[in-house]
């Protein structure tokens, strides 16, 4: 069977990806934020996983607000992605793992999730930023899966759903036929307003406790519903949903985990940045 060696959540700000093409890494603004991978890159290094499980959320790319699945899922050979507007330089395709990919499907849909299958789908900087940033060099080398969760248009997904939804989906890795090894990747986040009369909303104690308890509490935010989660951490911070997915894969099983390192910095473009990576423990 797989094996899943823990997870990562990371943030997916456009700016950091134009950073990471102009070589911005030491820049006093920068630093701080990109001085949180070296430890988790040498921990991916050494542990070699072969597929990223990445949950992300489209910004209108692959998904509009005229079609806003709840959830959905690729089942591509590859992804690519293409000019959002931000000014990121557009990535060679991210390799699919169709295999894994319909057996995570038949597995939700068996467990009762309604899923959106996606055998073509553009993936944007919530899925290209994060992985060039967990293996910065030209070619990705691991093969992927995305799976989207909407946090755009409301009705959104309850915290306690997606986190049932990453459980499932961890579940399904550990089941699948394969020796390869396998990373969940939760992006977004973290707390940031954008828009509107609290554009700029930052809620550090709250990212914080969030991030604490990922390890050792890791249902703690799902006792808040979708409006209380936007009413601490702003309209766009409900992107933390995909860190939750992210540890709800871990939690299969004994579901104990080892921090492998963290860093939180802000803000970034008005946004909360945090990375953690989390061993899965037998």
């Not at 038949?106 to 290209?128: G, I, S």
């Not at 309850?158 to 990747?185: E, F, M």
């Amino acid at each position: 069977m797989a094996q899943l060696i823990g997870g990562v959540a990371t943030s997916h700000i456009p700016s950091i990806g134009n950073a990471i093409a102009k070589g911005l890494q030491q820049d006093p603004y920068w630093k701080p934020f990109f001085d949180g991978f070296p430890p988790i890159r040498q921990w991916l290094g050494e542990q070699k996983p072969d597929v990223a499980v990445v949950f992300y959320n489209d910004h209108g790319l692959n998904f509009f607000l005229d079609k806003m699945p709840t959830f959905a899922i690729g089942a591509a050979p590859e992804y690519r992605n293409a000019d959002e507007g931000w000014g990121i330089p557009t990535l060679p395709p991210h390799v699919g793992e169709p295999d894994l990919s319909w057996h995570l499907i038949n597995h939700l849909v068996e467990h009762e999730f309604d899923l959106v299958t996606c055998q073509e789908m553009l993936v944007d900087h919530a899925f290209t930023v994060p992985l060039k940033l967990l293996w910065p060099q030209e070619h990705c080398p691991v093969t992927t899966v995305p799976i989207c969760i909407n946090t755009v248009q409301f009705p959104l997904p309850s915290a306690k759903r997606v986190y049932a939804l990453g459980k499932a989906v961890g579940a399904a890795i550990q089941s699948w036929d394969s020796d390869k090894r396998v990373v969940v990747v939760g992006t977004g986040g973290l707390s940031h307003q954008l828009d509107g009369e609290r554009a700029g909303f930052i809620n550090k104690a709250f990212d914080l406790q969030f991030m604490d308890s990922l390890q050792n509490n890791p249902e703690w935010a799902t006792q808040f519903s979708i409006h209380e989660l936007v009413e601490k951490t702003g309209t766009q911070g409900v992107e933390l949903l995909m860190w939750l997915a992210m540890r709800g894969a871990l939690s299969t099983g004994g579901g104990t985990v080892r921090k492998v390192h963290g860093n939180y910095h802000i803000p970034i473009s008005n946004t909360a940045t945090g990375v953690l990576a989390l061993a899965s423990e037998a």
